[in-house]
């Protein structure tokens, strides 16, 4: 075989600058639309607001006290989830304990044989309802014979009351008027228990306090973002700053999604639909990790956008935590405005980076790759071996 035939069959080694300009057209169009459909979908999943749906765990400017139970009852507590959203009795007594209803009725039974709704209360659809639905109660209603529906064994009861939380959609008038102070906006709110013949009155207070800028906070993942993006922007340095950057923000944002499960009273599938972008995060990330365990131009990079897709999604729903003054958490909301910022600075950081490092086609050669030199049109001849017409002298 003649060397123009070995030539003429030879595969290139890289792809052809024609093939690379579409492959690239082509490419980044399609990933912008796969991750804002990403984006979309971990929006949707967020909860909506603090009232119903998702986590349960929208910080706010409102907060719910509790003064306790009047008299107190040994063996019996009461608390307040997410913010006034949920509220728990717990009956270790006993004797059963009904809380009544919005006009008076058996709305809840909770004690020794378990956990029981009426389902003829009209507060049982009043308690699921947002303001402005129109539902009213009706003072008949209460006259109904009760029907009671057993929830569960255990010795706890939770629900949704709007006695205990500002449940309007505008703010109080005093808020109003004055935005800038705390205001006692429910005093001394309160639900009657029947228990053993007696009423015993569990009460408490709501209260508006003004939040914060969240500025300060933004301000801080720009800064924070922008100095991890410089660091990876090097090829030489992007696979160490992306697996950092990948690490700390898994880090600190599963240590925030086991917080918010735990500050949660909402059902299971509830908390597990809320954290999707955590599991995206996670899958993403791990997935980059394992790609970047060695060395490679542009591997991992287009898991690591990815995993920073699904960290800002996680927290951009949630950005309340950074100006809002009541933060639903078993840690501080000092503590979760740090989490949150870090996730957030990595996120941002890992799109910045590995969109610039990312090898979104096979063969198409990243941004700070050194050019190969374009072969030569016209080679040089070669070069052919001289023999030497001396005949070399015998040895004597």
């Known amino acids: ?16 600058p024609d093939r690379a300009w579409w492959g690239g057209r082509l490419a980044r169009p399609v990933i912008v639309v796969v991750i804002l459909v990403t984006c979309v ?15 349960g765990v929208t910080p706010s400017d409102y907060s719910t006290t509790v003064k306790g139970l009047q ?69 008949g209603a209460s006259s109904v014979p009760v029907h009671w529906s057993k929830l569960g064994d255990g010795p706890s009861i939770g ?39 007696h009423v015993v009155v569990i009460s408490g207070n709501v209260v508006w306090s003004p939040g914060s800028s969240a500025w300060p906070w933004i301000g801080g993942v720009l800064v924070l973002a922008t100095v991890i993006a410089a660091l990876g922007w090097p090829s030489r340095r992007s696979r160490v700053t992306a697996m950092a950057a ?11 999604a086991v917080d918010r499960w735990s500050a949660s009273y909402v059902p299971i599938g509830n908390r597990l639909d809320a954290l999707f972008a955590v599991f995206g995060a996670a899958l993403f990330g791990s997935s980059a990790l394992w790609l970047m365990r ?16 699904f960290l800002l999604g996680d927290v951009l729903p949630q950005n309340g935590v950074w100006r809002s003054s009541d933060v639903p958490t078993n840690l501080t909301a000092g503590i979760v405005r740090v989490l949150t910022l870090v996730v957030a600075s990595c996120g941002l950081a890992l799109l910045v980076v590995g969109w610039h490092q990312a090898v979104w086609i096979p063969g198409h050669p990243t941004p700070t790759d050194e050019p190969s030199d374009p072969p030569s049109e016209h080679p040089d001849p070669p070069v052919r071996e001289v023999r030497s017409s001396v005949p070399t002298q015998a040895s004597q």
Do not use: C, K
Request: glycine letters at 12%; charged letters at 15%; zero cysteines.
């Open 1 to 16: 075989m003649d060397e123009s035939s070995r030539v003429r069959g030879r595969q290139p080694a890289v792809m052809s």
């Open 41 to 55: 979908l971990g929006l949707w999943s967020a909860p909506a607001s603090a009232h119903v749906g998702g986590m």
């Open 71 to 139: 008299p107190p009852i040994p063996g019996m507590q009461f608390q307040v989830y997410e913010g006034g959203n949920w509220v728990v009795l717990t009956n270790h007594t006993p004797h059963d304990a009904v809380v009544l209803g919005y006009l008076g009725e058996p709305y809840l039974r909770v004690g020794p044989s378990g956990s029981f709704e009426n389902t003829a209360s009209p507060s049982l659809a009043l308690g699921q309802a947002l303001a402005g639905d129109g539902l009213a109660p009706d003072p």
């Open 159 to 197: 629900w949704h009351d709007h006695r205990v939380h500002w449940a309007l959609t505008t703010s109080p008038p005093e808020v109003q008027r004055s935005p800038g102070v705390t205001h006692l906006v429910i005093p001394d709110w309160q639900i009657p228990i029947r228990w053993n013949n």
């Open 246 to 256: 990948i690490t700390l923000g898994l880090v600190a944002d599963l240590i925030w």
């Open 294 to 309: 060695r060395p490679g131009p542009g591997r991992g990079m287009v898991a690591a956008v990815f995993t920073g897709v």
